[in-house]
């Protein structure tokens, strides 16, 4: 019996009954079809098991309930957002706000610019629209073969003639000008204006209705996801809703007909999948389907159910995708990305008395987590994973302050957003925003005074008054010295909360701190590999990618200190893939998933499918277990990718531990202990540091590296023999710096094989091919590098943040390292070290009185 047969054998003897039946998340699967899901994906009935109980009760305190607008009678238009009713109102709230009236502003400019200009690729083909003329557009359009391939790409901007003037962000040009165009007619009660859009979106759906006909005669058609959602994107939906007024009956049957079309007998994406796995961006990418439904809201084929089902998978991305104290399952830049998506089909749910504006989850990402998150000298935001750096989508931001305008917290972070703070509200048309509607029907502005201090102190408040936010459920803390622009402010990740592969870096255990208004440590938007985290690697290999959950072993939070202890083992042991990278090209290209066939290629030839087994671990375990079957219609995360999480060996460690302490007191600091071992052989540890560019050596001396910036004081460069010298800068009393210094470190059994320490300008370059970006750059940034060729490393790192002229910390241990003293003329701090049976040190910071 072959190797293979035998790990077969052995998952089908592992699994319970229902899933043994076949084994979906290894080689190639049996799928269940889109047309047997249909039926049961509407109407609710996949009768999956409980999914872990979240209670919550809606949270109205602050909430401008009359800011809700009304719905009209089916049949009358507008009535996605608003009612004709509304119309007044909304004009007097555009015209008095310095947001409205520079967005319309912007709006009629883009407008100018794309389709107002003779001869543009946007004037060509709306003027053969308007005109009625279908032949006329599609020379115009210059259709490429390549447009929605694959689905959910759109038009291709790769053929001669055919690049658009005006930038609308991720929309169609075209499309978004259209919409923008109706409801500027219908602001401004352009009859003109809105016959002649009214009747190119008629032809425009003459022009792709033959397309969502094909589409709909095709395997699969029922996942409105990858057959017809980007034939009829919400741009049509918003169109036809605001150039109703001036349509013919007949106008309006061919538009409605084409979104009726498009979505009806349809499900979407999360609608197959038990409550709890609806918690990633992807989810806020349906709200297309739903804007779509309710443009035609009680009018011939529209589907209620759709709207049914939308709502449940909204409440529960709310419910599972943030939890209660307002973290979200992503970065920054993806949570806020898929939540603002959705921002306009909340306020529609709203307006129908549906109210999710009021989650308590939604509300405290912003005011809770958003804030703590935010670098001190705010307008930067530091969280792990892609697009953790990113700042808040403002189509969630703007939103939130709309319906909350009195709430310090979250008019702190919006008013940080750099859009608002440099007040370039034109943007907000052509931001890559998903959602811009809300920013353009939603007009806010920050307080007229500065909310930092109420909304730190709410946000203090909520974690016990103290310095400390500690998220125990996704492994995340921030904490810090004070609440200054100044103040050191330090952020430590151990994700342990993911139990599939998602937008997850390399990164168990990494840090980023702040202090004297700047970032010294940070973290990158897409850097997936540990060699550019603030990280340990062995022989220039890091923690597995995608990456498997990490564990927190203790956080301990004081007056005069705060430590994380993480167990980053489990990182290094073991690595994750997406289950559609172990199917063959048949397998794939049967489920439509033809996008991931090179990717499960090269992951197949590395990694052979018998190296891969179940991960055992309870929380994955918990996740699929009677979910992730046949009978439940064999769900899958992401575009249809996903099932039951498996592992296979990486690159395994004995040990690594690391624990990051900031201790408080006149003069606050960072240590950063890390007891990592590969084995009994000598290997090459680094130590790594990532720093913005603009961030370099003042002087690498011994133990000593001394960081500053652009702002540090500089004299002319004298370089002495060939190119030995030191660097051109010489601080000034005052200018800011980090003192980094190696308090403990292992040494190799010759010197000579000992690494020198570094501070090196690096590209991040993402080199991993795994999944996708590869070899796509992420700009230039500062790394240090502190080496050991060392059976164990035993890093001890301190990082010092202060002014030129302030008294540099002397450090000292006894004889036999059992305690470390680090003091001051008016600060002493003594530390007890222990070790634990499986090699942890402690460091105890002890109780005494200083000088």
Request: proline residues 7%.
């Amino acid at each position: 019996m072959n190797r293979l047969v035998i790990i077969c054998v052995f998952l089908r003897l592992a699994l319970p009954a229902a899933a043994a039946e076949r084994d979906p998340r290894i080689g190639d699967v049996d799928p269940v079809m889109p047309a047997e899901k249909l039926e049961r994906a509407l109407n609710g009935t996949f009768n999956f098991p409980s999914s872990p109980e979240v209670a919550w009760t809606a949270d109205e305190r602050g909430f401008a309930k009359e800011r809700l607008y009304h719905v009209p009678a089916a049949g009358v238009h507008p009535r996605i957002l608003f009612a004709p009713e509304d119309l007044p109102e909304i004009r007097r709230r555009l015209a008095s706000s310095e947001a409205g009236i520079a967005t319309l502003g912007a709006l009629r400019a883009m407008l100018v610019k794309g389709i107002g200009t003779k001869g543009t690729w946007e004037e060509q083909c709306y003027s053969a629209l308007a005109a009625g003329d279908l032949d006329a557009f599609k020379t115009a359009f210059k259709e490429n073969t390549q447009d929605n391939v694959p689905a959910g790409t759109g038009v291709q901007f790769n053929v001669p003639g055919r690049m658009a003037a005006s930038n609308w962000g991720w929309s169609n040009p075209l499309l978004a000008s259209m919409e923008a165009k109706a409801l500027l007619a219908l602001l401004d009660n352009d009859a003109a204006s809105g016959k002649a859009v009214a009747t190119a979106l008629a032809t425009y759906a003459s022009f792709v209705g033959p397309k969502v006909d094909a589409a709909n005669a095709l395997p699969r058609h029922e996942f409105h996801w990858s057959s017809t959602r980007d034939y009829v994107p919400k741009e049509i939906a918003y169109g036809y809703d605001w150039a109703w007024p001036w349509m013919t009956s007949g106008q309006r049957d061919t538009v409605r007909s084409l979104i009726a079309r498009s979505t009806a007998g349809k499900y979407t994406l999360g609608m197959d999948l038990p409550p709890h796995w609806r918690r990633w961006n992807y989810i806020g990418a349906t709200a297309s389907y739903t804007i779509c439904l309710f443009a035609i809201e009680g009018e011939p084929g529209d589907e209620p159910r759709g709207r049914e089902r939308a709502f449940e998978i909204y409440r529960d991305y709310l419910s599972y995708g943030i939890d209660a104290l307002g973290m979200g399952t992503e970065g920054i830049g993806y949570q806020t990305g898929g939540l603002g998506a959705i921002s306009p089909v909340l306020v529609a749910f709203a307006n129908r008395g549906k109210n999710l504006l009021t989650h308590p989850h939604w509300r405290r990402l912003v005011d809770s987590w958003l804030v703590q998150a935010m670098q001190p000298f705010g307008g930067n935001w530091q969280t792990s994973g892609d697009l953790g750096n990113f700042p808040p989508q403002l189509d969630l931001v703007g939103l939130q302050k709309y319906f909350y305008p009195d709430s310090a917290g979250v008019d702190f972070v919006f008013r940080n957003h750099p859009t608002v703070a440099k007040k370039e509200w034109g943007n907000l048309v052509s931001n890559t925003v998903s959602a811009p509607e809300v920013l353009w029907l939603f007009p806010a502005l920050p307080a007229a005074d500065d909310t930092r201090e109420a909304a730190q102190k709410e946000a203090a408040a909520r974690v016990g008054g103290g310095l400390s936010f500690h998220d125990p459920q996704r492994g995340s803390l921030y904490t810090r010295s004070g609440w200054g622009v100044d103040d050191l402010n330090l952020h430590v990740d151990c994700r342990l909360d993911t139990p599939y592969p998602s937008h997850d870096h390399a990164d168990r255990g990494q840090f980023t701190l702040a202090s004297h208004g700047r970032a010294w440590a940070c973290d990158g938007s897409r850097d997936t590999e540990s060699k550019f985290h603030n990280l340990v690697t062995i022989d220039g290999r890091g923690q597995a990618f995608f990456p498997t959950p990490g564990a927190w072993i203790e956080f301990q939070d004081t007056a005069q200190s705060t430590t994380a202890i993480i167990d980053a083992k489990y990182c290094w042991d073991w690595m994750w893939t997406h289950s559609c990278f172990l199917e063959s090209k048949a397998s794939l290209e049967r489920r439509n998933q033809a996008s991931c066939v090179e990717s499960a290629g090269r992951t197949l030839a590395r990694f052979p499918l018998e190296k891969w087994e179940v991960d055992p671990l309870p929380m994955v375990t918990a996740y699929y277990q009677g979910f992730a079957d046949r009978a439940h219609g064999d769900p899958r995360m992401w575009n249809d990718e996903s099932s039951w999480q498996l592992r296979a060996p990486w690159y395994p460690v004995r040990k690594a531990f690391r624990s990051v302490t900031l201790a408080r007191g006149k003069h606050p600091y960072v240590l950063v202990v890390d007891d990592i071992r590969k084995d009994d052989a000598e290997h090459l540890y680094e130590w790594r540091m990532n720093a913005p560019p603009d961030v370099s050596a003042v002087s690498i001396s011994g133990k000593d590296i001394l960081l500053g910036d652009l702002t540090t004081a500089r004299k002319p460069l004298n370089v002495s023999g060939a190119f030995q010298g030191t660097t051109n800068m010489e601080p000034a009393r005052g200018d800011r710096l980090l003192l980094v210094r190696t308090l403990d470190i292992g040494l190799p059994e010759l010197p000579t094989f000992q690494p020198i320490p570094m501070v090196a300008a690096v590209e991040f370059k993402k080199t991993d091919d795994s999944h996708q970006f590869a070899n796509r750059s992420m700009g230039m940034g500062t790394q240090v590098v502190i080496g050991s060729r060392s059976v164990e490393p035993k890093f001890v790192i301190m990082l010092f943040p202060h002014r030129h002229g302030d008294e540099m910390p002397a450090t000292s241990w006894n004889e036999d390292r059992t305690r470390l003293t680090i003091a001051w003329m008016d600060q002493t701090d003594i530390y007890a070290v222990s070790v634990t049976a499986n090699g942890r040190r402690i460091f105890n910071r002890l109780e005494h009185p200083t000088p």
